[in-house]
């Protein structure tokens, strides 16, 4: 017996089991055990592991694909052969994805079932020890290569996502679908103060939109236990729930504090849920939770940063009625340029913010130069001049501000090179620069100056016109006039 290469039979069907026993016993050459369910399969095999497994695919408690996917995790040499009553594209893929050598469909004939299992053996006995130990290490290594593959897969996703928590949970569901093949996928927030769920995003995997659905208040309960234990759980029913054959949730949490909870479903017979896929849950759902973490805590340093420098367009406006009106005009201008000139989200950002911030150098003019009533002379405009320059100054020591303040330095060039305070020209000007100019001279010609009235729109118009590719690029010039 100890010789003998050794066969477990799985069927839940007492009569199938027996004729495959008989069958395989006749021969003389396997040492044969037989069992009725999945999990009495596992059982046995993690006690004594086997060469190969012919195992029944419906069955309760444990069905045939999560016996191979949980037999492949411990012994990945054992050659596994599907039978069912119930084939399909589906099953058959997933069974061979698994790892099946081969699959049959009942009803079978025993002859190619004998010839399937003796081929197989034939080819265990050919390969010596040595390079079974191979074959398993390699077996092993590839499924680990996979796993790190998958995983560095859902943290660059999740980096990539958008600028708002909707993008980001739109993100964490896609990828929870994609890298589990689940049905179904959801996030609920957490209230944990008032023990409350509310849905967020409910997504099918054959649903082109995302929804919310009352349907998962079904699921509270079970919500609720991980969220007390803060840890990630897979559920595969026994067919004593018509909730879902196989779960998936793992809770998403701030500061050990967990905020919300995501959760996939699948009903299909042939896929459940495996150990690996709750590996990837849980790394995805940690991972989200630190990005979310960490916008939060960049929103924050960046909301008080930005008020920090709004105080001080508040202190300029209190000297210059003029410069704060002007800067948040410059900044809704030059959005709308750039909105129509259909730029990244991140550039209409960081165009806001430079519009916003923009004369912020200004602080640092003289109140003799910057609210003199009339012309001024080539000395106090050579001070006005230093405003671009010392609005980098300002912001150079905030990191955050890294793109903005080389808008802010060149919002003044020229695109004939006859601007300040480098006097580069053309494209060499930054482009968010380049709008952000358009912008500052339509709304300076628009508005009441210390020194005069404001003009109407159409000379401001006229002067965009004459300037272009001698002050303006004529391509900003043609965004910004379709604005208004």
Not at 38 to 66: H, T, W, Y
Not at 413 to 430: K, L, N, V
């Given at each position: ?159 990539k996502t958008g600028s708002n928590n909707d993008e980001v949970f739109r993100e964490i569901v896609a990828l929870a679908l994609k890298v589990t093949g689940g049905e179904s996928c959801s996030i609920v927030l957490f209230d944990e103060d ?168 200004k602080i640092a003019i003289p109140d003799s130069i910057l609210l003199k009533p009339g012309p001024l002379t080539n000395e106090e405009y050579n001070v006005i001049k230093t405003h671009p320059s010392t609005g980098e100054d300002i912001l ?54 210390p020194y005069r009235k404001g003009l109407p729109i159409d000379t401001a118009v006229n002067k965009l016109n004459r300037n272009r590719n001698l002050q303006f690029d004529e391509t900003v010039v043609d965004a910004f006039i379709s604005t208004?």
């Amino acid at each position: 017996m100890e010789n003998k290469q050794s066969i477990l039979i799985v069927d839940d069907d007492t009569s199938t089991r027996n004729l495959i026993a008989d069958a395989l016993k006749e021969e003389n050459r396997y040492y044969i055990r037989d069992v009725d369910s999945g999990i009495k399969a596992l059982e046995l095999f993690q006690e004594k592991p086997c060469d190969l497994v012919i195992s029944d695919l419906k069955m309760p408690g444990m069905d045939g694909i999560e016996l191979l996917n949980r037999i492949q995790e411990i012994h990945p040499t054992t050659s596994i052969i599907i039978i069912t009553g119930y084939p399909s594209v589906d099953i058959s893929v997933s069974a061979m994805k698994s790892g099946a050598i081969d699959f049959l469909e009942k009803p079978f004939k025993i002859d190619d079932l004998l010839f399937k299992v003796d081929i197989c053996m034939k080819e265990k006995l050919t390969l010596g020890e040595k390079d079974l130990d191979i074959k398993i290490d390699m077996a092993r290594l590839n499924n680990k290569i996979e796993e790190l593959s998958t995983i560095s897969y859902i943290y660059d996703n999740i980096e990539k996502t958008g600028s708002n928590n909707d993008e980001v949970f739109r993100e964490i569901v896609a990828l929870a679908l994609k890298v589990t093949g689940g049905e179904s996928c959801s996030i609920v927030l957490f209230d944990e103060d008032n023990n409350a769920f509310y849905p967020q995003i409910v997504k099918n995997r054959n649903d082109g939109g995302y929804n919310t659905d009352k349907a998962i208040t079904s699921l509270y309960v079970m919500f609720r236990d991980v969220a007390q234990k803060k840890e990630a759980v897979l559920i595969n029913s026994n067919g004593d729930t018509e909730l879902f054959k196989s779960l998936l949730c793992a809770p998403l949490m701030i500061r050990n504090k967990v905020f919300g909870l995501l959760s996939i479903i699948n009903n299909k017979m042939e896929k459940h849920f495996t150990q690996k896929d709750l590996n990837y849950i849980s790394s995805l759902s940690k991972r989200a939770s630190l990005n979310i973490e960490n916008r939060m805590l960049y929103e924050s340093v960046f909301t008080s940063i930005m008020d920090t420098f709004m105080s001080l367009i508040h202190s300029i406006h209190a000297r210059d009625h003029y410069t704060e009106r002007h800067s948040i005009n410059v900044s809704l201008l030059a959005v709308k340029t750039a909105t129509a000139m259909r730029l990244s989200t991140n550039q209409i950002e960081c165009l806001k913010i430079s519009g916003m911030l923009h004369d912020i150098g200004k602080i640092a003019i003289p109140d003799s130069i910057l609210l003199k009533p009339g012309p001024l002379t080539n000395e106090e405009y050579n001070v006005i001049k230093t405003h671009p320059s010392t609005g980098e100054d300002i912001l150079s020591h905030i990191k955050l501000f890294g793109p903005e303040k080389k808008v802010i330095r060149h919002h003044h060039e020229r695109w004939d090179g006859r601007g300040y305070p480098d006097g580069i020209s053309g494209e060499d000007i930054p482009l968010l620069s380049r709008i952000l100019a358009v912008a500052d001279t339509f709304d300076a010609i628009t508005n009441d100056r210390p020194y005069r009235k404001g003009l109407p729109i159409d000379t401001a118009v006229n002067k965009l016109n004459r300037n272009r590719n001698l002050q303006f690029d004529e391509t900003v010039v043609d965004a910004f006039i379709s604005t208004l």
